[in-house]
Antibody, heavy 120, light 107 residues
Framework: EVQLVESGGGLVKPGGSLRLSCAAS????????MNWVRQASGKGLEWVSS????????YYADSVKGRFTISRDNARNSLNLQMNSLRVEDTAVYYC?????????????WGRGTLVTVSA | DIQMTQSPSSLSASVGDRVTITCRAS??????LNWYQQKPGKAPKLLIY???SLQSGVPSRFSGSGSGTDFTLTISSLQPEDFATYCC?????????FGQGTDLEVK
């Protein structure tokens, strides 16, 4: 069974840092691109970042570029998101999601999410 | 960035109804279009990928169509468990933008 479990969320002051992790199991992790997607309370989904299976291709939303860093450890089946210079508007539930692979994307498995709250 | 606009923003319907939700892209995304269902407090669930391909395990009452800039999600006969929020996402080019969502409510 595919499982994605996020951790690392919490309360942080503006300008602070957090590191999110996503533990993957039940599939061959190093064969899939992975994504972070966030959702502020009562708002829609916002794609944050993607990383290909080898980690050689990485993409970011403009809203986080230069502040967030996505990485993966294929030996440990984990996906990470280092978040620096956090802003109030980064407050959201952060989901780890697997790209289904193939020619067309789409996130077929999601974690339950971890809440990040940025507040003074 | 490609903007994804859904209509309507909310919709009231009854069990057994046929429902259609529309998603329009600000430029062509060919068929790189996905549909998700999300229930309160839960992660999204992939329903349709590549505009019209049904994700494994999703009931056949869900279908998708369209290409280029105009897409539709159709639920042929609403079931009680289908009342949720639906959103589209383009994966043609980063940033992989989502629509704002359509809330499907009980009439």
């Amino acid at each position: 069974e595919v499982q994605l479990v996020e951790s690392g969320g919490g309360l942080v002051k503006p300008g602070g840092s957090l590191r999110l992790s996503c533990a993957a199991s039940g599939f061959t992790f190093n064969s899939y691109s992975m994504n972070w997607v966030r959702q502020a309370s009562g708002k829609g989904l916002e794609w944050v970042s993607s990383i290909n299976p080898s980690g050689s291709r990485i993409y970011y939303a403009d809203s986080v570029k230069g502040r967030f860093t996505i990485s993966r450890d294929n030996a440990r089946n984990s996906l990470n998101l280092q978040m620096n210079s956090l802003r109030v508007e980064d407050t959201a539930v952060y989901y780890c999601a697997r790209d289904r692979g193939g020619s067309y994307s789409g996130n077929d498995y999601w974690g339950r999410g971890t809440l990040v709250t940025v507040s003074a | 960035d490609i903007q994804m606009t859904q209509s309507p923003s909310s919709l009231s319907a009854s069990v057994g109804d046929r429902v259609t939700i529309t998603c329009r892209a600000s430029q062509s995304v060919t068929t790189y279009l996905n549909w998700y269902q999300q229930k309160p407090g839960k992660a999204p669930k992939l329903l349709i990928y590549a505009a019209s391909s049904l994700q494994s395990g999703v009931p056949s009452r869900f279908s998708g169509s369209g290409s280029g800039t105009d897409f539709t999600l159709t639920i042929s006969s609403l079931q009680p468990e289908d009342f949720a929020t639906y959103c589209c996402q383009q994966t043609y080019i980063t940033p992989y933008t989502f629509g704002q969502g359509t809330d499907l409510e009980v009439k």
